[in-house]
């Protein structure tokens, strides 16, 4: 089998012409920087937003040369169109309306789909996203968990996962979710070597996401929980509008600090028709293992009060606690290897709250309806 290499890949998108048919698409610069992940290849191309339309048949014809190479098995091909400022209207941009999640299309399969989200990194929202995640399975239900940081993907480590997706036998065109724990789970991490840096731009992120969640053979679930990115940038209004998310959790640390960029999350989410299901105080306080003394080293209750000032619900306190994070960091997470640990029932009462304002409809959102092909 001949390896796989940029330049191979390169050699055969030069097969491709653009509309036209007067130079190919590598000369005419519109191929990305190229990811290669064993048998997985991913880029995108970059078009004129006003040609979109027109170059989705070059989209497929780049897609197409490129798995007719020798040793490779999955391609992913973005077609991206960035706006320039000003170019609209006489130097102002067009305004359009923006969709709401509600408005967006569903995931076959998935009954509900809920966000865990920050204001910004370091607070913990991926080990709180995996842990609710499997408190929710603990509840019978059938969950996924999607990864949504493209730049810093932490479900391969969180989970112990270092495979790669296989195409499903079933449906060639999609790859089969990895499983621990009861969950299946997907991530740009299982593609991508983690020493690999993500070089792209807002739109190619955003593809990366669509074909995570609609070509991945998720199955039935009965909720699907996406780990956010951090922060409330483009990509993160972008994914809070194109999928329709049932709610969302808010993570934060109790420190003024976090809970600033805590506030601006949860503004995002409600600009956009979002619930908010609740607020987690992650890193609440310490407990010390040699004098079980409590220490408060972020300050404490900082995120019940802006819960309260915010009027959402709140959902807890999680400590900060050597054992979770040794847990998280060698793919054990807590809520499945120490199932009766005080860290784990709390994650498990939050998921039975968040389960019950779902279930119930509490939310005052309408679940999607399933999609069924026959």
């Known amino acids: 089998m001949s390896e796989i290499t940029k ?3 390169t050699e055969a998108l030069k097969s491709v012409k653009a509309p036209g048919g007067e130079v190919d698409i590598v000369s005419a610069g519109m191929v990305s920087e ?36 020798d040793g490779v098995e999955k391609v992913m091909v973005a077609l991206t169109a960035e ?13 359009t309306p923006q969709p709401t999640a509600a408005q967006a299309p569903g995931i076959p399969g998935v009954s509900h ?45 969180l989970l112990g996962l ?31 070597d983690e020493a690999t840096p993500v070089i792209w731009r807002g739109p190619m992120v955003m593809s990366a996401l669509q074909q995570m969640m ?17 922060g409330t940038g ?23 600090l976090a809970l600033i960029d805590a506030r601006k999350g949860l503004n995002m989410f409600k600009r956009v028709n979002v619930p908010i299901l609740g607020i987690v105080e992650n890193m609440s306080y310490f407990i010390c293992p040699n004098c079980d003394t409590r220490h408060e080293i972020f300050g404490h209750g900082g995120a019940r009060q802006e819960a309260e000032r915010m009027g959402v619900p709140f959902l807890g306190e999680i400590p900060l606690d050597p054992d979770l994070r040794e847990r998280s960091d060698s793919g054990r997470p807590i809520v499945a290897t120490e199932p009766d640990s005080p860290h784990a029932q709390a994650y498990r009462q939050m998921a039975e709250t968040i389960w019950n304002k779902l279930h119930t409809g509490e939310t005052g ?10």
């Open 214 to 230: 609609h070509e991945i053979s998720w199955g039935d679930l009965d909720v699907m929980v996406v780990d956010m990115p951090p």
């Open 34 to 69: 190229i990811v290669i992940a064993g048998s997985n290849v991913m880029f995108a191309l970059q078009v004129d937003p006003d040609q979109a339309s027109a170059y989705e048949p070059v989209r497929k014809a780049a897609e197409e040369a490129v798995s007719a190479l």
């Open 234 to 256: 483009d990509a993160q209004l972008t994914m809070a509008q194109q999928v329709p998310l049932s709610g969302a959790v808010i993570v934060s640390t109790p420190q003024d």
């Open 162 to 192: 270092k495979q790669e997706p296989e195409p499903d036998p079933e449906n060639p065109d999609k790859l089969k979710a990895l499983e621990a724990y009861g969950l299946k789970a997907m991530s740009i991490g299982f593609v991508v």
């Open 113 to 157: 789909i809920i966000a865990v989200a920050s204001g910004k990194g370091g607070v913990g929202k991926s080990t709180t996203s995996i842990n609710l995640a499997l408190g929710l399975a603990s509840l019978g239900l059938k969950v996924g968990i999607l990864d949504a940081d493209i730049y810093g993907p932490s479900l391969p480590k």
């Open 83 to 95: 706006k320039k400022p000003g170019e609209e209207g006489g130097g102002r941009q067009k305004k």
């Open 7 to 9: 330049e191979r890949i």
């Open 365 to 374: 959102r309408r679940s999607m309806p399933r999609i069924v092909v026959e």
